[in-house]
């Protein structure tokens, strides 16, 4: 599954930025987990979100709970991540992912998009 991210940009602290990745090569299956990760310049790349593309659950780094979103679209298969509130130190490249278990470690991903780039003002 080739995944497509898009909606980063430059933003204010306090702002919201909504990121997208889209499935390129058509339909995810109900089995897949999807993820957002985050790397910002010499650090680790790090989990920021998860979700099953076929349920409701979801899971959020402690860094970004209560401020970011995941959700899914099944008829665009897309998945989202709503950011707000955010932060300088939420500046960083974010990446979605697409795996098949429920896991924080982007090694347990195998198929990811190209990132893309957001980064808050103070």
């Known amino acids: 599954v080739q995944l497509q991210a898009s909606g980063g940009g430059l933003v204010q602290a306090g702002g919201s930025l909504r990121l997208s990745c889209a499935s390129a090569?058509?339909?995810?299956?109900?089995?897949?987990?999807m993820a957002w990760f985050r790397q910002a310049p010499g650090k680790e790349r790090e989990f920021v979100a998860l979700?099953?593309?076929?349920?409701?659950?979801?899971m959020y780094a402690d860094s970004v709970k209560g401020r970011f979103t995941i959700s899914r679209s099944s008829a665009e298969n897309t998945v989202y991540l709503q950011m707000d509130s955010l932060r300088p130190e939420d500046t960083a490249v974010y990446y979605c992912?697409?795996?098949?278990?429920?896991?924080?470690?982007?090694?347990?991903?195998?198929?990811w998009g190209q990132g893309t780039q957001v980064t808050v003002s103070s």
């Open positions: 992912a697409r795996g098949s278990q429920w896991t924080v470690r982007p090694t347990e991903y195998f198929s």
């Open positions: 979700t099953r593309w076929s349920r409701d659950s979801t």
């Open positions: 090569s058509g339909r995810i299956y109900s089995s897949a987990v």
